[in-house]
């Protein structure tokens, strides 16, 4: 179904309206502290939202990585959007291995963890923001 979604534009609002839902924590609620769900606050929006791109690439593999791949050789996305949205689901990954569901706590991270975490989280909205404008 995934395959015929390019031709079905309405399919793929809806679909990226789902995936924009799980929007990232910006700045001001790193700042504040707190516990943070690394799957569903960080991890879900690059995810959902690279199976969106996938779809709309007409990706005919599963997985986030390639889903990211087939949306920039499809020009959907550009070269470094691609790269960057690779690379925090690759860092959030690691990051949500090495932590139990609601525990992560950015204050208390590392502080090359925390940048990391921040830069992630900044690419994951940029990514958003990038679908949003294309299929919106």
Known sequence: MLARAPSHPRLLR???RAALAFR???PIRLALGGALDPKREALAPVVLTARVLGAAAACPVTGTLARLES???AGLLGPDL???AAG???FL????RRTAPGTLRPGRLPPD???GLRRALDAARRLQDATARLLG
């Open 82 to 84: 691609a790269r960057e």
């Open 93 to 96: 990954s690691a990051l949500h």
């Open 24 to 26: 990232p924590p910006g």
């Open 14 to 16: 809806e679909l990226a």
């Open 88 to 90: 925090a689901w690759s």
């Open 71 to 73: 949306a920039r050789a």
């Open 113 to 115: 963890d925390r940048a």
